[in-house]
T-cell receptor, first 112, second 113 residues
Framework: EAQVTQNPRYLITVTGKKLTVTCSQN?????MSWYRQDPGLGLRQIYY???????DKGDVPEGYKVSRKEKRNFPLILESPSPNQTSLYFC???????????FGQGTRLTVV | KNEVEQSPQNLTAQEGEFITINCSYS?????LHWLQQHPGGGIVSLFM???GKKKHGRLIATINIQEKHSSLHITASHPRDSAVYIC???????????????FGKGTHLIIQP
């Protein structure tokens, strides 16, 4: 089954404690992206990757890091989380940036 | 940067009604997507279109490139159609910043039995 798997689904953490949200896809997609979704703001792109070892900033990259060492995996790293990073996060993959996007189930992150 | 506007923001209707959700954008695009997000968060792709019209079951999506406008229609609406519907566009890489979809803020649809 074609899918994008994100973990964890829910996470509560404290300010400053490093965390990683994992994302894995099984469709051999070149393009992967991370978004955050906030009430009244919609989905906004954090980082994207066109291929292995190729990553770039989206609209709201501050406070986040990513890596793309393998085509299937695209983890999102928060080195020092802050309360303003409390949000719902989605990973997505597609063949191309304009192509049909497959989304993970989302990670609801709360930073206290 | 493309501006994507959806209307209405919220819509409550009775089961069986014909539903229309609108999306307009400011810059020419190469692709437009309609997405569905159910309570609980998961997002699924309904349609991707660059011209004309597509139909899948009770859902129909249309796009008018000249007017920079798309509509999503639901015929014979059902309570299980209750969800947030999101329009997203791709206008190509502008040379700086994000390369990917730009999203509308969504339309929250409730279908009452």
């Amino acid at each position: 089954e074609a899918q994008v798997t994100q973990n964890p689904r829910y996470l509560i953490t404290v300010t400053g404690k490093k965390l990683t949200v994992t994302c894995s896809q099984n469709m051999n997609h070149e393009y992967m992206s991370w978004y955050r979704q906030d009430p009244g703001l919609g989905l906004r792109q954090i980082y994207y990757s066109m291929n292995v070892e190729v990553t770039d900033k989206g609209d709201v990259p501050e406070g986040y890091k990513v890596s793309r060492k393998e085509k299937r995996n695209f983890p999102l790293i928060l080195e020092s989380p802050s309360p303003n990073q409390t949000s719902l996060y989605f990973c997505a993959s597609s063949l191309t940036p304009s192509g049909e996007a497959f989304f993970g189930q989302g990670t609801r992150l709360t930073v206290v | 940067k493309n501006e994507v506007e959806q209307s209405p923001q919220n819509l409550t209707a009775q089961e069986g009604e014909f539903i229309t959700i609108n999306c307009s954008y400011s810059v020419g695009i190469s692709a437009l997507h309609w997405l569905q997000q159910h309570p609980g968060g998961g997002i699924v792709s309904l349609f991707m279109l660059s011209s004309g019209k597509k139909k899948h079951g009770r859902l129909i999506a249309t796009i008018n490139i000249q007017e920079k406008h798309s509509s999503l229609h639901i015929t014979a609406s059902h309570p299980r159609d209750s969800a947030v519907y999101i329009c997203a566009v791709y206008d190509g890489f502008s040379g700086g910043g994000a390369d990917g979809l730009t999203f509308g803020k969504g339309t929250h649809l409730i279908i009452q039995p």
